[in-house]
């Protein structure tokens, strides 16, 4: 309960709608242009970072309610979306000198997790056909005679490591740009400040 409560600050309450709108931003681009990624939990991955997991998954459920309305395939792969932020939670404890090293273990982790979340509910919820645009991959895969897990799984490595990459730079690159002042107001901000930074 304690953890709880120090995850919950005002500012990283007045930061979850933020969070939310950069995520339903990603989202929105990925719709318009059919791109067969999905780019809707960088905000989730950044405000994890930065503020701890309770906040992240809190943010991760309202996102998950927004795009669900709009895309209904979006609230079965919410747990996914919990998951996630509860491991960026968790790894946002740990301060490492070299931000490069921490974005490439950010990325790995969720890269793994995706994977593995995913891909049941892709086969036994939708048959593994979601009906976005990653549908078109698997078609690929399963019309050169790979079974539907294979399908499925093949297409995750593909499109999961891709959307993970850029959401997890792309999370990094918001931490970095916000100032020392602000950073240390959350729980895990100041595991991005470097010591010779003004605050």
């Known amino acids: ?10 500012m990283a309450i007045l930061l979850i709608p933020v969070a939310v709108a950069i995520n339903f931003t990603g989202f929105g681009i990925v719709k318009v242009l059919q791109l067969p990624i999905f780019l809707d939990s960088i905000g989730t991955v950044f405000i994890s970072l930065i503020a701890g997991p309770w906040i992240g998954i809190t943010t991760a459920v309202i996102t998950s309610l927004i795009t669900g309305s709009f895309s209904p395939e979006y609230f079965v792969f919410m747990p996914l979306s919990i998951i996630m932020a509860l491991c960026m939670g968790i790894l946002a404890r740990f301060k490492f000198k070299n931000i490069i090293i921490k974005t490439i273990l950010c990325a790995f982790s969720l890269v793994v997790i995706a994977i593995l979340v995913s891909a049941p509910i892709i086969v036994y919820v939708y048959g593994g056909n979601t009906g976005n645009a990653t549908a078109g991959i698997t078609a690929f895969f399963l019309a050169t005679g790979s079974n539907i897990w ?4 093949s297409t995750n490595l ?6 993970k990459i850029i959401t997890v730079i792309v999370a990094m ?6 100032s020392a002042r602000y950073l240390i107001k959350f729980k895990y901000g100041k595991n991005y400040i470097k010591s010779d930074k003004n605050i």
């Open 158 to 163: 593909i499109t999961e490591t891709t959307d």
């Open 173 to 178: 690159a918001i931490i970095k740009a916000m």
């Open 150 to 153: 294979n399908a499925v799984f």
């Open 1 to 10: 309960m304690k953890s709880i409560k120090e995850d919950f600050s005002l």
